[in-house]
């Protein structure tokens, strides 16, 4: 079983996407949440996080724009993104503790 990550699409420069994923973890209430994203050829970026007391991190490239945030009661993540730019596109993961990541969702940001 893997996470299911949603949402992506194509938007133009300045516009906003949220990301949902579904864990794939029973364990999702002591489990640490993260988005990845993955850019052919470069490493894969940590994008941002969330403890499971809801302290959040972010990598300076987003920092002010993407927004992270879980949802307990319903075991959902989730990645607000604002002010996308091209530099955003790339396929976007959901790291759920467990190891396995799932299919991502892409994302692509047109200048």
């Known amino acids: 079983v893997q996470p299911v990550e949603s949402g992506g699409d194509l938007v133009q420069a300045g516009g906003s996407l949220r990301l949902s994923c579904v864990p794939a973890t029973i364990f999702f209430r002591e489990k640490d949440m993260k988005w990845f994203r993955r850019v052919p050829g470069k490493d894969d970026e940590l994008v941002a996080q969330?403890?499971?007391?809801?302290?959040?991190d972010y990598a300076d490239s987003v920092k002010g724009r993407f927004v992270i945030s879980r949802n307990n009661a319903e075991e959902m993540v989730y990645l607000q993104m604002n002010s996308l730019k091209p530099e955003d596109t790339a396929v976007y993961y959901c790291d759920d503790g467990t190891g396995m990541w799932g299919r991502g969702t892409q994302v692509l940001v047109s200048s």
């Open positions: 969330i403890t499971t007391g809801g302290i959040t």
